[in-house]
């Protein structure tokens, strides 16, 4: 189920917000410590959908700073009214008991919240929950790393008492998204931003549409994106419509990820069916993986990541995405060529991490003469001596002199859209300059190549044919590629607006 809270301040708004939240909503959260002088028998006698009543004290990351007598006496008018549900901390309970012998048809939630950590004796915090005459427990935490979700996936896959439980915080939010399959009594989304009632908490739009979160169940396959950062990604949006379109009962989500080897390592254990990754972690995710495709380990990068019975395996689709992009600006050349249209081409790389290497790669067996250049001249040496090209270095004239200028850093990425990894006055006309880049479409390089008179090539195709590829290996189905272009454009269109 999914429950908005309603936090208005005011019982006109309040009244407002939980129509408007009962069109979409499962369940209503009146949070009444928002509300001076709460008119609770109105609020109750207009519902259309199921409330829970909560109280929450200023200690419990609430609002109600009045004494605790006040703030039970509401709880307990709420349960006389028979609101559907009444959340009370785990720390109030036993001032309830009396009533609770009473309580039908009244469910009583027992709460636990930390807004600090994700602490060690969640068994046992569960535990005295249960044991507290509860109906429903509720353990909400705060992630301060992402395997912290797999705790409480842990928590939830033992209960035996109907539990909701999450993480707080932006390192959290997939336990939020991916409710039904951890096992979660119900997840609480925003009714729209600046109405969350807590860190982390995602808007209900978004969890409806770019996270599919209704077609969700307990046996979803769960895919995601290993990166940081991950928020700009359009992949949640892709692969959720695609799984959508080829009625696939799978789920995308993205993970934020510091610490690449403890994060593989954890998350085995939610079974994980398949990762993209992405910056910065395509290099060192190799090491950390049962398997590695050939033209992945020669590359020395891995973007995608199939789980096959526990088996994880790395394979690059970005390799192949960027040549075919390459090779389709000149149709024409193309086909008459078949693939040589690239040999003896003149390319400059700026970049020596896994997109660039993935390219280099390409490149050389195109038979392209590649010189690398990159902010740390060390790495930029060191895929040259890999890939058997040139390094130079990044202000040397020499590396400009090119047919094809590829960036293949995140210079000039979504949000910082005013910057470039080179001077405009390097570009020259005819020069065609492909930036790896989509968000945005049309980087401040493209900007001034276009006005150059340089051939430009944007990071939209690549992404296209790597994230088919990418759903082609999880699958065994390839998508259209029209259908990941109209919506990656529909969907950065309206970023843009
Ligand atoms: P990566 O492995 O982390 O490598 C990043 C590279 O960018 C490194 O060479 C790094 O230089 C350089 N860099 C980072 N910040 C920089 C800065 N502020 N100034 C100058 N250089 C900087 O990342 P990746 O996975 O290769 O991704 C690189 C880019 O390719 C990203 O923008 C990504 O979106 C894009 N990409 C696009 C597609 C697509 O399908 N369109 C696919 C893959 C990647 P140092 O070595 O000096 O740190």
């Known amino acids: 189920m999914i429950c908005i809270p309603i936090i208005s301040n005011n019982l006109a708004d309040a009244l407002h917000d939980m129509a408007e939240a009962s069109s979409i909503a499962d369940l209503i959260e009146?949070?009444?410590?928002?509300?001076?002088?709460?008119?609770?028998?109105?609020?109750?006698?207009?519902?259309?959908?199921?409330?829970?009543?909560?109280?929450?004290?200023?200690?419990?990351?609430?609002?109600?700073?009045?004494?605790?007598?006040?703030?039970?006496?509401?709880?307990?008018?709420?349960?006389?009214?028979?609101?559907?549900?009444?959340?009370?901390?785990?720390?109030?309970?036993?001032?309830?008991?009396?009533?609770?012998?009473?309580?039908?048809?009244?469910?009583?939630?027992?709460?636990?919240?930390?807004?600090?950590?994700?602490?060690?004796?969640?068994?046992?915090?569960?535990?005295?929950?249960?044991?507290?005459?509860?109906?429903?427990?509720?353990?909400?935490?705060?992630?301060?790393?992402?395997?912290?979700?797999?705790?409480?996936?842990?928590?939830?896959?033992?209960?035996?008492?109907?539990?909701?439980?999450?993480?707080?915080?932006?390192?959290?939010?997939?336990?939020?998204?991916?409710?039904?399959?951890?096992?979660?009594?119900?997840?609480?989304a925003s009714l729209r931003a600046g109405k969350e009632s807590a860190p982390g908490q995602i808007g209900i739009h978004e969890l409806l549409n770019t996270?599919?979160?209704?077609?969700?169940?307990?046996?979803?396959?769960?895919?995601?994106?290993?990166?940081?950062?991950?928020?700009?990604?359009?992949?949640?949006?892709?692969?959720?419509?695609?799984?959508?379109?080829?009625?696939?009962?799978?789920?995308?989500?993205?993970?934020?990820?510091?610490?690449?080897?403890?994060?593989?390592r954890e998350f085995r254990g939610l079974d994980v069916k398949g990762y993209s990754v992405t910056i910065p972690h395509k290099e060192s995710v190799v090491n950390h993986l049962d398997a590695v495709d050939p033209i992945a380990e020669k590359i020395g990068a891995v973007n995608t990541i199939v789980n096959k019975d526990g088996q994880l395996t790395g394979f690059n689709t970005d390799c192949e995405a960027a040549i075919k992009v390459l090779e389709g600006i000149n149709q024409a050349s193309a086909k008459s060529l078949g693939n040589t249209y690239l040999k003896g081409k003149k390319v400059t790389i700026v970049g020596a991490g896994g997109a660039a290497r993935a390219i280099a790669f390409g490149l050389k067996e195109r038979q392209a003469q590649i010189t690398i250049i990159n902010r740390n001249y060390e790495r930029a040496q060191s895929l040259a001596g890999d890939v058997g090209c040139i390094a130079k270095k990044i202000d040397d004239p020499q590396a400009f002199d090119t047919d094809i200028f590829i960036n293949a850093t995140p210079v000039g990425m979504f949000p910082k859209i005013n910057e470039t990894p080179i001077d405009k006055n390097k570009l020259k006309p005819n020069m065609i300059v492909f930036d790896t880049i989509y968000n945005p479409i049309e980087t401040k390089l493209l900007n001034d190549a276009r006005t150059q008179g340089c051939i430009i090539v944007n990071g939209l195709s690549m992404f296209v044919h790597q994230a088919a590829a990418q759903f082609k290996l999880w699958t065994g189905r390839m998508p259209s590629v029209e259908i990941i272009e109209n919506i990656a454009y529909k969907y950065l269109a309206m970023e843009g607006d």
């Open 30 to 188: 009146l949070r009444i410590d928002y509300i001076k002088n709460v008119d609770l028998k109105c609020l109750l006698e207009r519902r259309t959908k199921p409330v829970i009543v909560t109280n929450r004290p200023v200690r419990e990351g609430g609002k109600f700073d009045g004494n605790e007598e006040d703030r039970i006496a509401l709880l307990k008018l709420a349960i006389q009214l028979q609101a559907d549900y009444v959340d009370i901390e785990h720390d109030s309970i036993k001032h309830l008991c009396r009533d609770t012998e009473h309580r039908v048809p009244t469910k009583i939630i027992v709460s636990y919240h930390n807004f600090r950590e994700t602490p060690g004796d969640l068994t046992d915090i569960h535990k005295r929950l249960c044991q507290s005459g509860a109906d429903i427990v509720k353990i909400v935490t705060h992630a301060n790393n992402i395997t912290d979700n797999v705790r409480i996936y842990r928590i939830l896959q033992q209960s035996r008492m109907p539990t909701i439980s999450f993480c707080m915080g932006e390192l959290g939010i997939i336990s939020r998204i991916l409710y039904k399959r951890f096992g979660s009594y119900l997840t609480f």
């Open 211 to 264: 996270y599919q979160a209704r077609r969700q169940d307990k046996r979803s396959a769960i895919y995601g994106l290993i990166g940081n950062p991950v928020s700009h990604s359009i992949s949640p949006i892709i692969h959720n419509t695609l799984f959508k379109e080829m009625n696939l009962n799978s789920i995308y989500v993205p993970f934020k990820v510091d610490n690449i080897g403890e994060f593989i």
